[in-house]
C-alpha cells in the first residue's frame, strides 16, 4: 500500500494548544480512592497521594484536570469536601450507586493538579443545585479575603486563592441519565444567569457551558442552538464529548472513529457560527472536548450498571475499568490527530478519565500502577506537537467501511514549531493486515529526523494485545528505516508504518543539535 502525504509549513491550520492535552478526574470507581489517593499504600506522600501514580501523570504529559465530574458533580456538595476531613459527611452518589467519603476534596485536588504541574478545571452542580452553589464555591476559591467564604479556605488551610480560571457550568445537562436533567431552555437560562454572576465575582473566569453528550443524541444541534442562544455573550467554549467503542468485530469502522469525531467537531462549529451570526455577536466560541477516549460502552450497560444496580452502594468499587489493547491505542492515536487537525475550533481537550476508570494510567490498591497502551500515543504527542499544526493532504486507496465511509488508509496529523524549529508527524496505519509505503513532503523547511517511534503489535502477539499488572508488552519501539531528502523546496521522507500501527516522528532544523 503506497501512500503520498503533503504538507506545508506556511498552510497552518491555527496553533496548538496546550490545554489540547488535558485529562479527567471524577468520583466515580477507583479514579480518586486507590488511584490517585491511597494513604496505606507504599509509595503514599504526606497528602495520601500515590507516588506512582503522581510519576506515570507527570510522564503523561496532562496539562489541564477536569474536575469533580462528569455525572458525580450533578449531586455533589463541594462544601462536603473542605475542612478536617474527620467532620466531613459520608454520602450517597446517585450517578454512580456508590458511597462517597469525602476524604478527598477540594483542597486535595488543588494539591495534587499542583504536584502534577497541570492547570485546574473545575465544574459546578447545575443539577440539584445551580446560582448560589456556583457564586459560593467561586468565592470560597479565587477571592483573596475578607468574606465568610474566602475566611473559610484560608481557615482551611490556603491562605492564597487557588486562582482557578476554567469552569464548568454543569455536565451532560442533556441526558436523561443526569441528575436534574433539564430541557435545553431550562438549562440555557440557568447557564446564563449563572454565569452573568460568576462573572460579577470574578471578571477572569473563562466558562465552558455544556454541549451535547454525543452526536447521536435526538437533541443535538438543536440543543446547541438553544444553549448558545441565552448563554453566547457570555461564555468562552462549549463542550462537546465523544467516546468511540468497536462494534461486533468491525475493526475498520472502529479504526475511522476519527472521521467520525471529525464530522461532530465541524457540525457543532457550523452550529456556533450560525448562532452567533444569527444574534449578531462579533466574538468567538471555542470547543471544548472535555471527555473523550474509546470506552466499551456494550459491556457497562449490560453488565456493569446491572451489577452496580443490584448491590448495596459502596465505596470505590471497580467501574468500567477497560483494560485496553493495541487496537484501541492505535484508535487513540487516530483521535488525537483529529484534535491537531481542529485546531482552529478545537480550545481544549480532556481525555476521560486519569487513572483506573476507561484510562491510561491502571493502578492496584497497595500494589503497582502501570501504563495501559493508550498511554503511549498520549505521551507521545503532548511531548511532541508544538507550534501550529499544519494542513495535510492524503492520497492513497481509501479503506471503506461500514460507518464511517471511504477513509484515508493513513490518519495523518504533522505539527511546526518555527521558533525551535522543530516538526512533527503523528502518522496511523488504519489498516490491519498491510504495510503502508509512504512519502510525506513537508515544503517550506529543511529538516532531519531526530526520533521516530511506533506503537504496533508486538511479535507473535495479535492485534487484542493489552498491557496488565504483570505484563506490559505494548509499548514504543524504534521506527526504523526512515529515509530523508533535503531539496530547495523542503524536506521529502520515506517511511514503512507497519500494519495497525501508530508512529510518532520527530524532526529537527538541518544542523541544529539533538534536544
Not at 491562605?159 to 464548568?168: E, H, K, V
Not at 462549549?238 to 468497536?246: D, F, L, N, R, T
Not at 509505503?437 to 532531519?448: C, D, I
Not at 530547495?488 to 500494519?499: C, E, F, H, M
Amino acid at each position: 500500500m503506497v501512500v503520498t502525504i503533503n504538507a506545508d509549513v506556511g498552510d497552518v491550520i491555527g496553533p496548538v494548544p496546550r490545554r489540547l492535552f488535558g485529562s479527567f478526574v471524577e468520583h466515580m470507581g477507583r479514579c480518586v480512592y486507590t488511584g490517585l489517593y491511597e494513604p496505606g499504600h507504599p509509595r503514599a506522600d504526606a497528602n495520601g497521594f500515590r507516588g506512582d501514580v503522581l510519576e506515570l501523570a507527570r510522564e503523561l504529559g496532562v496539562t489541564v484536570v477536569r474536575y469533580p465530574g462528569g455525572n458525580f458533580v450533578s449531586s455533589y456538595r463541594w462544601e462536603d469536601g473542605v475542612g478536617p476531613v474527620g467532620d466531613r459527611p459520608t454520602r450517597l452518589d446517585p450517578a454512580w450507586h456508590a458511597v462517597e467519603t469525602n476524604e478527598f476534596g477540594l483542597h486535595e485536588f488543588m494539591a495534587w493538579v499542583d504536584a502534577v504541574d497541570a492547570e485546574p478545571m473545575y465544574a459546578v452542580n447545575l443539577g440539584t443545585r445551580g446560582i448560589q452553589e456556583a457564586a459560593d464555591v467561586l468565592e470560597y476559591c479565587n477571592h483573596p479575603g475578607g468574606t465568610a467564604l474566602s475566611e473559610r479556605r484560608r481557615a482551611n488551610g490556603a491562605d492564597a486563592p487557588f486562582g482557578i480560571r476554567l469552569w464548568c457550568l454543569g455536565n451532560e445537562m442533556d441526558g436523561h441519565w443526569q441528575v436534574g436533567h433539564k430541557t435545553a431552555s431550562e438549562y440555557g437560562r440557568l447557564a446564563a444567569e449563572t454565569a452573568r454572576l460568576m462573572r460579577m465575582i470574578d471578571p477572569a473566569v473563562e466558562l465552558v457551558v455544556a454541549g451535547s453528550s454525543a452526536p447521536n443524541m435526538p437533541t443535538f444541534g438543536e440543543w446547541e442552538r438553544t444553549v448558545l442562544t441565552h448563554t453566547a455573550a457570555l461564555v468562552d467554549h462549549i463542550s462537546v464529548h465523544a467516546y468511540c467503542q468497536e462494534h461486533d468485530g468491525d475493526a475498520d469502522s472502529y479504526l475511522a472513529s476519527a472521521a467520525g469525531l471529525d464530522r461532530y467537531l465541524k457540525d457543532t462549529a457550523g452550529i456556533i457560527d450560525r448562532t452567533l451570526a444569527d444574534l449578531g455577536l462579533d466574538k468567538t466560541i471555542g470547543i471544548a472536548v472535555d471527555e473523550w477516549n474509546v470506552w466499551d460502552q456494550r459491556h457497562w450497560n449490560e453488565v456493569e450498571q446491572p451489577r452496580l444496580r443490584s448491590a448495596p452502594p459502596m465505596a470505590a468499587g471497580r467501574v468500567i475499568e477497560d483494560t485496553y489493547t493495541v487496537t484501541d491505542a492505535v484508535v487513540v492515536g487516530t483521535l488525537l490527530n483529529c484534535l491537531l487537525r481542529n485546531t482552529d475550533r478545537v480550545t481544549m481537550a480532556n481525555l476521560a478519565q486519569l487513572v483506573n476508570v476507561i484510562a491510561p494510567i491502571r493502578s492496584e490498591p497497595g500494589g503497582p500502577a502501570w501504563r495501559q497502551t493508550t498511554f503511549h500515543p498520549f505521551h507521545l504527542t503532548a511531548r511532541t506537537a508544538r507550534g501550529v499544526s499544519l494542513r495535510t493532504t492524503v492520497i492513497g486507496a481509501p479503506i471503506h467501511t461500514s460507518l464511517h465511509g471511504p477513509v484515508d488508509p493513513v490518519d495523518a496529523a504533522i505539527t511546526f514549531d518555527e521558533h525551535t524549529g522543530r516538526a512533527a508527524a503523528f502518522l496511523a496505519n488504519r489498516s490491519t493486515t498491510a504495510e503502508a509505503e509512504v512519502e510525506l513532503s513537508l515544503r517550506g523547511a529543511s529538516l532531519e529526523v531526530e526520533e521516530a517511534h511506533v506503537v504496533m503489535t508486538p511479535p507473535g502477539m495479535t492485534r487484542h494485545a493489552a498491557n496488565t499488572e504483570h505484563s506490559h508488552p505494548v509499548a514504543p519501539v524504534p521506527l526504523t528505516g526512515i529515509r530523508t531528502a533535503i531539496s530547495a523546496d523542503g524536506t521529502s521522507v520515506s517511511v514503512t508504518l507497519p500494519a495497525l500501527s501508530w508512529s510518532a516522528v520527530e524532526f529537527r532544523a538541518s544542523g541544529a543539535p539533538p534536544r
